[in-house]
C-alpha cells in the first residue's frame, strides 16, 4: 500500500494550491480518501474527505468555501484544491485511506506534503 502526496510548497497569503495523493497497493475504489493536517506543536486534524461510493465530500470548518476535494478513480488520485490559503494553513499536510469515510484516522497514511503560507 502506497500513497504519495504531491503538491505542497511556499505560498502567499490570498494564494493557492493543489495537493495531490496518488495511490497503490490496494483496491482505490474501495476506500474513501481523506487530508488531514498537522502544525507545528498542534494534533493531527481532517480537512476533508470523499467517499469512494457516491463521491460525497466533507470538509473542515476552517476550509470550507476554500477548498475543494476531489478524486479521479482511472487515475487512483485524490485532489484538494485550496485557495485563499491563510497562515493558519500552514502544516504538513497527509492523505489517508480508510474505509468508511470519517474523521477517526485510521486506514493507510501517505509521508505528507508541506505546506507553508506566508504572511
Known amino acids: 500500500v502506497q500513497l504519495v502526496e504531491s503538491g505542497g510548497g511556499l505560498v502567499q497569503a490570498g494564494g493557492s494550491l493543489r495537493l495531490s495523493c496518488a495511490a497503490s497497493g490496494f483496491t482505490f475504489d474501495d476506500y474513501a480518501i481523506g487530508w488531514f493536517r498537522q502544525a507545528p506543536g498542534k494534533e493531527r486534524e481532517g480537512v476533508s474527505w470523499?467517499?469512494?461510493?457516491?463521491?460525497?465530500?466533507d470538509y473542515a470548518d476552517s476550509v470550507k468555501g476554500r477548498f475543494t476535494i476531489s478524486r479521479d478513480n482511472a487515475k487512483n488520485t485524490v485532489y484538494l484544491q485550496m485557495t485563499s490559503l491563510k497562515p493558519a494553513d500552514t502544516a504538513v499536510y497527509y492523505c489517508?485511506?480508510?474505509?468508511?469515510?470519517?474523521?477517526?484516522?485510521?486506514?493507510?497514511w501517505g509521508q505528507g506534503t508541506q505546506v507553508t503560507v506566508s504572511s
Open positions: 470523499i467517499s469512494s461510493s457516491d463521491g460525497s465530500t
Open positions: 489517508n485511506a480508510d474505509d468508511p469515510p470519517g474523521w477517526d484516522q485510521t486506514g493507510y
